[in-house]
């Protein structure tokens, strides 16, 4: 074993103390989240520059949203990395994966065609799905045990910093057109190399390296399917297959929707959309990072509040007119309400609910899922839209619904339990 893996799994019992090693492991790891965030936001400030210089319908439209990073295409990279990642080791997956997405991300850049910009799309999307439930894995297997929330937090952190630096690098270059918007996918081609060398240096999971010596039968992907695993997938997946349509909209389809219903310009709607992911920042920095390893009861209450917000948020489209004041409102009832009840707890339940060799796996199904719903809403949404908000915002309401009350009403009580401690809890449940 390695001195960093010694590093990774030696404060692991001993409370809520990081150590310098484990915050520069879980940067790199986040990074995943980063570029995963940035490439759906990237696409979705530049989609309608792309219909217009390319000349797609409404449906074009909604079929690349669909295979690319957002959806499905992120949902088969997560179906196949995730599970790879549990077989073949952690480090295997997050090495190489960022590569490709660095060659599609690059394709998306230089896309002169409606196959070069699909190809594109699709190829990022698989390489973010594959290194997302990788790398959160890792993160979650090398974290203190009351500090697991912290850093899983930190990830989102990183996703909704993506979208900021990418909705910012959108506005000041907005005079420049599509070329700006090239610009700013050229910008993830150079952080996604950055990346991977950085990430070249990393040791494998010490969690996973002890694991995977063991053949045991309840470590077979039949387990998954059955017993305590079945309920923490059937939870896991319904809180985020029904929040990330929600938010999903919002990411790829708000600055879209905006411009194309005339609710405001490409610059005012690109700056509403960043000033969401601002909040999102804040809030997980200065609410979920520090009290969501505090108990159960905190974490109760933190959902709560916050699936209670997302759910007004959408609720107002249904009753209110689709404008510049209502759409802020969303926006930050939205961006307040997510970063409590939203990805970063599933990213939490989905390190802690899992045994180390179905970790990964567990993750990527549910994600994969989330994601090919996602898709196919994409799919319809422009048409659904074209005429007004009222019926999508519905919708989307009660999808906030069945999210926010799965989540509350059977959240497990795993704050501050080493995964050990709770797998063995569940084994005996």
């Not at 990183?158 to 270059?173: D, Q, T």
């Not at 959408?314 to 004041?325: A, C, E, K, R």
């Not at 549910?366 to 908000?389: D, E, I, K, Y």
Request: charged letters at 10%; glycine letters at 12%; one cysteine or more.
């Amino acid at each position: 074993m390695t001195s960093r893996e010694t590093v990774g799994t030696s404060s692991v019992e001993d409370g809520g103390t990081i150590t310098r090693q484990q915050w520069r492991w879980s940067v790199l790891a986040g990074m995943a989240s980063y570029l995963d965030a940035g490439s759906i936001v990237a696409l979705g400030a530049g989609l309608a520059l792309f219909q217009s210089y390319l000349g797609l319908s409404d449906g074009a439209v909604g079929a690349l949203a669909a295979i690319g990073p957002n959806a499905i295409g992120c949902a088969i990279g997560a179906f196949i990395g995730g599970r790879l990642g549990d077989k073949l080791g952690r480090k295997r997956i997050y090495k190489y994966d960022l590569l490709v997405y660095a060659a599609g991300i690059l394709c998306i850049a230089l896309a002169v065609n409606t196959p070069m910009l699909f190809i594109g799309t699709f190829v990022v999307g698989v390489a973010v799905g594959a290194d997302v439930p990788t790398s959160l894995a890792l993160v979650g297997e090398f974290s203190p045990s009351k500090a697991r929330g912290k850093l899983l937090g930190f990830t989102q952190v990183a996703w909704n910093l993506g979208p900021v630096i990418v909705l910012l690098l959108s506005l000041a270059l907005t005079p420049l057109d599509l070329l700006g918007t090239r610009i700013v996918f050229l910008h993830l081609f150079v952080i996604a190399l950055v990346t991977w060398a950085m990430r070249r240096g990393l040791s494998e999971s010490a969690r996973w390296t002890s694991a995977s010596s063991t053949k045991d039968v309840k470590y077979q992907l039949k387990a998954l399917f059955q017993g305590a695993h079945l309920k923490a997938l059937l939870f896991t997946g319904l809180v985020y297959v029904f929040w990330n349509i929600a938010a999903g909209t919002g990411g790829i389809f708000t600055p879209y929707v905006i411009k194309t219903l005339n609710a405001g310009s490409q610059a005012a709607s690109v700056a509403l959309s960043c000033a969401g992911f601002l909040i999102g920042i804040l809030v997980t920095t200065l609410v979920f990072m520090r009290f969501a390893d505090r108990s159960h009861h905190t974490r109760k209450w933190m959902w709560g509040i916050g699936a209670v917000m997302q759910i007004v948020a959408y609720g107002i489209y249904v009753v209110l007119p689709f404008n510049i004041p209502v759409i802020i409102a969303n926006i930050v009832l939205f961006g307040v309400g997510c970063s409590l009840a939203g990805e970063a707890f599933y990213k939490v339940w989905s390190q802690e609910l899992f045994p180390t060799m179905l970790r990964g796996t567990a993750q990527g199904f549910t994600f994969g899922v989330a994601r090919t719903l996602l898709g196919v809403w994409s799919f319809f949404l422009p048409t659904l839209a074209s005429g007004g908000f009222t019926v999508a915002g519905g919708l989307l309401t009660l999808f906030l619904v069945i999210s926010g009350g799965v989540g509350f009403f059977f959240m497990p009580n795993t704050s501050g339990k080493s995964l050990e401690q709770i797998e063995a809890e569940r084994a005996t449940a």
